[in-house]
């Protein structure tokens, strides 16, 4: 079924034509009993989407893909991709769609995706499908990481299918709408230039200057600008997610995207004790994506990205692989960059302190929250505290009191800003113990936890005293955590 687009908004179908080899045009499953769960309001208006209309009929038959907008061409979109090192080559969407792009109040194309809409062209074994848990997952964790700032893809809806799908067991099944944009990835370039065709791969990197980095195409080598523009965004991306505690837990190069936002909730989760070696996805047995890992994984996933581009660098193929390399230097030094200023700024420091003085003064901090598997979030919201002549709590976290006096004694010395601290240290986040909680809810019936969550991360530095259950560490018979691919 097609119908005329809501209120104003037109769909555009800019991916689906320019690069069709890459999209294959498909129709999500139908729906038996669509149930709208939650609806994203603000994103809906950024949008140009009118909420009532979404709430209705039509409109959350649109949201699972069972009403095509006019002007729309679903698609589903062709990638490869790294899978824990090994190369997928065909791996694609294999239970979501790309409905089209709309234009946004500010005048950006923002992609407006499904995901959990049935089986396509890419979907092998699966089928097709996704849970309720596991889609509302992805709505909390993307909202509360955009609410903290860090470029994510957003979550516009989820809607329960009322079709079952089984996973251990039976479970609702669910369609979340997702709003990137783009979803172009490191696997759409590896996609492309595994197909050989060089055309397609320089019309894949014109497509993404012209929506990401329209200042490369005036570069003197617009390629080459492509590369670096990618990697100086995830350097900031992944410095943002290590400042925080967010393990990604599937980093794989079809879950990095090109944007540098943030891309596919599987199997995420916030560190709670501060542990270097965390890890919480159930197949990530060697712990390739454990936190301490993800800036050389990054670093790892945009070499795949600068080998699939390299032919588009320079005729000469060394030459084109030392401006590869060149350009691929520059991520340590921007990823270090960013992680150091964060740090500093998570201090209440100014972020220009000479590396001298802030490298031990933020290593040996670290050393002791993790000496004392301290909760990381509970931590650096307690600092502020201290910054304001208040130590007991944070203190009381620690396994070595007196060491950290001695180290605050050389902190304040510095000034640290209090009030600026509260502005990046979150105090609440998506904690395990809480999510977990809000989706068994949800997947029995109940939203009320998920939306009493999704309200505390979604302020997450506003301090309501009302909301301290939310901003309290795990219980200490919680864990340890193990999350799940089977989403
Ligand atoms: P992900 O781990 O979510 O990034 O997914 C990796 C690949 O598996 C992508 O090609 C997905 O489209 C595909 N996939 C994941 N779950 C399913 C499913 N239930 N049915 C079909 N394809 C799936
Ligand atoms: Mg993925």
């Known amino acids: 079924?097609?119908?005329?687009?809501?209120?104003?908004?037109?769909?555009?179908?800019?991916?689906?034509?320019?690069?069709?080899?890459?999209?294959?045009?498909?129709?999500?499953?139908?729906?038996?009993?669509?149930?709208?769960?939650?609806?994203?309001?603000?994103?809906?208006?950024?949008?140009?989407?009118?909420?009532?209309?979404?709430?209705?009929?039509?409109?959350?038959?649109?949201?699972?893909?069972?009403?095509?907008p006019g002007g729309a061409t679903p698609v589903a979109q062709a990638y490869a991709g790294h899978q824990f090192g090994w190369l997928a080559p065909r791996l694609g969407d294999g239970r979501a769609l790309l409905l089209g792009e709309v234009t946004d109040a500010e005048g950006r194309?923002?992609?407006?995706?499904?995901?959990?809409?049935?089986?396509?062209?890419?979907?092998?074994?699966?089928?097709?499908?996704?849970?309720?848990?596991?889609?509302l997952r992805e709505f909390i964790v993307s909202e509360a990481m955009h609410a903290m700032g860090i470029p994510t893809t957003r979550s516009l809806a989820v809607v329960a299918t009322g079709r079952p799908v089984l996973r251990e067991r039976m479970l609702p099944g669910a369609v979340l709408t997702r709003v990137a944009s783009s979803h172009?990835?490191?696997?759409?370039?590896?996609?492309?230039?595994?197909?050989?065709?060089?055309?397609?791969?320089?019309?894949?990197?014109?497509?993404a200057i012209a929506r990401h980095f329209p200042g490369a195409a005036e570069a003197?080598?617009?390629?080459?600008?492509?590369?670096?523009?990618?990697?100086?965004?995830?350097?900031?991306?992944?410095?943002?997610?290590?400042?925080?505690?967010?393990?990604?837990?599937?980093?794989?190069?079809?879950?990095?995207?090109?944007?540098?936002?943030?891309?596919?909730?599987?199997?995420?989760?916030?560190?709670?004790?501060?542990?270097?070696?965390?890890?919480?996805?159930?197949?990530?047995?060697?712990?390739?994506?454990?936190?301490r890992n993800q800036p050389v994984v990054a670093e790892w996933?945009?070499?795949?990205?600068?080998?699939?581009?390299?032919?588009?660098?320079?005729?000469?193929?060394?030459?084109?692989?030392?401006?590869?390399?060149?350009?691929?230097?520059?991520?340590?030094?921007?990823?270090?960059a960013a992680w150091s200023a964060g740090l500093q700024a998570k201090l209440g420091l100014p972020g220009d302190l000479d590396d001298d003085v802030a490298s031990p003064l933020v290593d040996e901090l670290l050393s002791l929250v993790q000496a004392g598997r301290a909760d990381h979030t509970v931590f650096f919201r307690s600092l502020a505290e201290a910054a304001r002549g208040r130590s007991a709590r944070v203190r009381s976290l620690l396994a070595d009191p007196a060491a950290f006096d001695a180290w605050a004694a050389r902190w304040s010395a510095l000034g640290p800003d209090a009030d600026a601290m509260d502005r990046v240290n979150p105090a609440y986040i998506p904690r395990n113990h809480l999510v977990e909680e809000a989706l068994d809810a949800a997947t029995a019936g109940d939203l009320d936890p998920f939306m009493r969550l999704l309200e505390a991360v979604t302020s997450p530095y506003d301090d309501r005293p009302e909301l301290e259950r939310y901003a309290a560490a795990a219980p200490k018979d919680f864990g340890p955590y193990r999350t799940f691919c089977g989403t």
């Open 1 to 68: 079924m097609t119908a005329a687009a809501p209120s104003t908004v037109t769909f555009d179908g800019r991916f689906a034509r320019e690069l069709a080899e890459m999209a294959i045009p498909w129709q999500a499953e139908r729906v038996p009993d669509p149930r709208l769960l939650v609806l994203n309001e603000p994103l809906a208006a950024e949008l140009g989407l009118d909420a009532a209309y979404l709430r209705g009929a039509d409109g959350v038959l649109l949201l699972t893909g069972n009403l095509v």
């Open 109 to 135: 194309l923002r992609d407006v995706h499904l995901k959990g809409s049935g089986r396509t062209p890419f979907a092998r074994g699966g089928d097709g499908l996704a849970a309720v848990g596991p889609m």
């Open 301 to 336: 996933n945009l070499t795949r990205l600068a080998e699939s581009l390299v032919p588009l660098f320079h005729d000469e193929q060394e030459q084109a692989v030392v401006l590869a390399q060149e350009s691929l230097a520059a991520f340590r030094r921007q990823y270090s």
């Open 184 to 207: 172009l990835r490191v696997g759409s370039f590896q996609y492309a230039r595994a197909t050989g065709d060089i055309d397609l791969l320089r019309r894949l990197a014109d497509h």
């Open 220 to 291: 003197g080598n617009p390629y080459v600008a492509l590369l670096q523009s990618v990697i100086a965004v995830q350097a900031s991306l992944v410095a943002r997610w290590m400042l925080v505690g967010f393990v990604h837990g599937v980093m794989n190069t079809d879950n990095m995207t090109i944007s540098g936002e943030t891309i596919d909730y599987g199997p995420c989760a916030f560190m709670d004790a501060f542990d270097p070696a965390a890890v919480y996805s159930s197949i990530d047995e060697t712990g390739r994506y454990a936190y």
